[in-house]
């Protein structure tokens, strides 16, 4: 039977917090036969919804360990401690199951933070398997484009020291980012294979959940009022570009700001501006509902009429980016208004929304104005395609059994079939 073991510090599922992707992939390759292992922080980012965790836990065939690390808030030296603790601490589990006469068939190693890789790696080279980093962000250019740290920073060395570190010994890259291959030439290792294995969502979607009163009776009235309803469904920080939105609807005539409604749920930085400025948006609606469980997002989401996601004009974008509301916009049949630097960019390639560079202002208002005033049949039509691209390139059955066709199993030297 197939060993896969999976280094992530922050992976979450049923009941033990956010960040589902590998527990996702690896219990439906439980289903085929594949032994999973999952090794995860006790204690990591995420608030309530992320509880503290000990010992080790199975849930539908994916056994999680969970290796102490301490507790921290916000993004100081707590966060940086927490983060070198869980790399030594999964070096020592690994080793300790060496020891003990284990050996899995490939070791993938995530990346919501680098620090852990060089650990993989190490163990990946003294057991004589493949290893795969997965890449979820684009180390050390997101330090240097969205935090502003300079090329000196010590995060930023130690980040890309591990990134490379990785790479030298990878077997394969996978990411959840379209571009990744970029990211791989620039740094000197274009000869790595990769994969892209975005990010995604189980289908068909259940949206049997009801809806919280608040929701549905904003849904009702702007129905009522003749408008067309906008979801936004995560994270409001800068780097989601929200304010882009506002500044985007202010241009728009009075008209067709009357046949929009803007369904707001989430939590950041940015939530209480934006609250502030509703009102010079008027005659559009908006109302934010804060944090949801994901299936009512997904009730919410069927009885909408389109998704919104934007990017800041940061250059890390040209790696690709994978919102996790984008999969749960297209599998609940909504058209995307999108923004991004991203030339591989979903939306665009596919033609499943309206795609405008980001930071684009005079072009976000158009095209917003052009998912008003398009006809409800040809809107209908461009649902369906997003709901047929979502159950073809975005379910998890359908990623996880394309990504185990192609994962090395065997000898460091494996060849990717």
């Not at 032994?35 to 608030?47: K, N, P």
């Not at 060496?98 to 080279?125: F, H, K, M, T, Y």
């Not at 809806?211 to 920080?237: C, K, N, W």
């Not at 009357?258 to 930085?269: D, E, N, Q």
């Amino acid at each position: 039977m197939p060993v896969a073991w999976i280094v992530n510090h922050y992976a979450g599922g049923p009941g033990i917090g956010t960040g589902w992707r590998h527990w996702e992939i690896g219990r439906r390759w439980a289903r085929r036969g594949v032994r999973v292992r999952i090794f995860t922080a006790s204690t990591r980012i995420g608030g309530s919804r992320c509880p503290h965790r000990t010992g080790t836990r199975e849930i539908e065939g994916v056994r999680f360990d969970f290796l102490p690390a301490r507790a921290y808030r916000g993004n100081g030296l707590g966060r940086a401690a927490n983060m070198l603790q869980f790399a030594r601490r999964s070096a020592a589990a690994m080793e300790a199951a060496r020891a003990a006469g284990e050996r899995p068939d490939v070791i993938i190693a995530s990346s919501p933070q680098p620090l852990a890789w060089p650990a993989a790696a190490r163990a990946a080279r003294r057991m004589g398997v493949p290893l795969v980093p997965d890449i979820r962000d684009a180390w050390p250019e997101s330090l240097r484009d969205l935090a502003g740290c300079g090329p000196l920073n010590p995060l930023v060395l130690a980040s890309r020291w591990s990134l490379h570190v990785a790479l030298r010994h990878a077997a394969m890259v996978m990411s959840p980012l379209a571009n990744i291959g970029l990211h791989l030439r620039e740094h000197g290792f274009g000869a790595v294979p990769w994969m892209h294995v975005p990010n995604g969502i189980t289908m068909p979607v259940d949206d049997a959940t009801a809806l919280p009163e608040r929701a549905e009776d904003f849904i009702a009235r702007s129905r009522t009022e003749g408008r067309r309803i906008v979801l936004y469904a995560g994270a409001m920080g800068g780097p989601n570009a929200l304010m882009d939105l506002i500044r985007s609807v202010r241009r728009l005539p009075d008209h067709v700001r009357a046949r929009l409604a803007f369904l707001m749920i989430g939590s950041g930085t940015e939530r209480a501006a934006l609250e502030r400025v509703c009102p010079e948006v008027r005659p559009i609606t908006l109302d934010f509902l804060g944090e949801l469980e994901q299936p009512a997002v997904q009730a919410i989401a069927r009885r909408c009429d389109a998704g919104v996601v934007l990017r800041t004009p940061h250059a890390v974008y040209r790696f690709g980016t994978s919102p996790q509301k984008l999969p749960m916009y297209l599998a609940c049949g909504l058209p995307v208004i999108c923004s991004s630097t991203d030339p591989s960019d979903t939306v665009a390639r596919n033609r499943l929304g309206w795609w405008v560079p980001a930071g684009d202002i005079t072009a976000l208002a158009a095209a917003i104005d052009a998912f008003v005033t398009m006809r409800e049949q040809d809107r209908l039509a461009l649902s369906r395609s997003c709901e047929r691209h979502a159950a073809r390139e975005l379910a998890w059955d359908a990623i996880a059994d394309r990504l185990l066709e192609r994962l090395p199993m065997g000898g460091p030297g494996a060849a990717v079939p």
